[in-house]
């Protein structure tokens, strides 16, 4: 019995979730599993009644679940960056959710920006430490207001943090097993200390994994050859900011947000699935927003908890549906309704 948390969230979160669930129910009935799922409503509206997101005893109750799957955060009534770090990094770092999983696939070349790429072209993944580096939130201002202001943001790395984060990586290449290269991606040549820490513990490590291949690239040179030579990658471990920043720059030329998801993984604990492309508050209500990044969300959490086979059955299912039915990835531009797309995938569990 597989026990799912489900925060549908903000804007168009629920309308995807929904379709999510469709889905999830067409392969549980399909694959023969178990499942139960209850509703936490972590949202902008609940917060502006309350005042209320993700309290401590929610976290101990979430501890209990297989998996948590998340619709979207942000909600325009609501200050940025309240939701954000009250919903989405909370539980990140509460539960320990210590790796962002961002697969990078093109399914059709239709929805692909690049001239001449092709499916086999974009094919990677990218390994994101996800809950150190910047966003660990430390810093402060010095003299505030005035004209000598300093504000100082720390980029905060561990040996400990850092090292399970590369190893995941490593793992995670050799599971893979497609071109069995780990690309280490970061900016040696400036931030001398973080990833000088960064490059002796991917050194050190890579000792072990004699089978895998290794290289590294600056995240500006990363950027460049993610349009020029996606067909270079395999996977790629990096931080936290620069794996914030180059996984929307793939969502792109996989095809957009909406058909880009993502993991939020403690390998030892419970792990999180979202699609990647925010709330959208302006197609709120209109059911013409992409649900298939949800849905490859749920194939993720899927893999995660064992449902190998209904996990790439899901896949294939949304492959078919890009490449055979919508008409463009873009809410509104599908050629169906959200509910309708849902339907298509569900039917060809």
């Not at 399970?164 to 900016?187: D, P, W």
């Not at 993991?263 to 209109?286: C, D, L």
Request: charged share 25%; aromatic share 10%; net charge neutral.
């Amino acid at each position: 019995m597989h026990r799912i948390a489900v925060i549908p969230g903000d804007g168009t979160g629920p309308e995807v979730i929904r379709e999510g669930l469709k889905v999830l129910a067409a392969a549980a009935k399909k694959f023969a599993f178990k499942y139960e799922i209850k509703e936490f409503d972590f949202s902008g509206q609940r917060y502006l009644k309350t005042g209320k997101l993700v309290d401590d005893k929610d976290i101990e109750e979430l501890k209990d679940y297989s998996a948590i799957y998340l619709g979207a955060v942000g909600d325009p009534d609501v200050k940025p960056g309240i939701i954000e770090t009250g919903v989405l990094l909370k539980l990140r770092f509460a539960l320990d959710q210590y790796i962002n999983l961002r697969p990078v696939k093109l399914y059709d070349q239709r929805f692909c920006p690049l001239k001449d790429k092709t499916p086999q072209d974009i094919d990677f993944v990218v390994v994101r430490e996800n809950s150190e580096g910047l966003y660990k939130g430390m810093g402060e201002f010095q003299n505030k207001g005035s004209q000598d202001e300093v504000a100082i943001q720390i980029s905060y790395n561990t040996r400990k943090g850092v090292e399970r984060c590369i190893r995941y990586a490593f793992e995670y290449t050799r599971k893979r097993n497609r071109k069995k290269n780990l690309t280490l991606c970061g900016k040696t040549n400036v931030l001398t200390y973080a990833w000088n820490l960064w490059q002796r513990t991917f050194n050190e490590v890579a000792k072990d994994y004699p089978d895998i291949k290794t290289d590294y690239a600056h995240v500006d040179a990363t950027t460049m050859w993610f349009v020029k030579n996606p067909e270079w990658f395999d996977v790629i471990v990096t931080d936290n900011m620069f794996g914030d920043i180059i996984t929307d720059l793939g969502a792109m030329i996989q095809g957009g947000m909406g058909i880009a998801a993502g993991g939020n993984i403690n390998p030892q604990g419970v792990s999180m699935f979202e699609p990647i492309g925010g709330s959208a508050p302006k197609y709120t209500g209109r059911n013409v927003i992409n649900p298939l990044a949800a849905v490859c969300a749920l194939s993720m959490m899927l893999e995660t908890l064992g449902e190998e086979k209904a996990a790439l059955a899901v896949e294939a299912a949304v492959i078919e549906v890009a490449r055979k039915k919508i008409k463009s990835l873009a809410a509104g531009k599908m050629g169906y309704s959200t509910t309708e797309v849902g339907d298509l995938v569900a039917s060809r569990i």
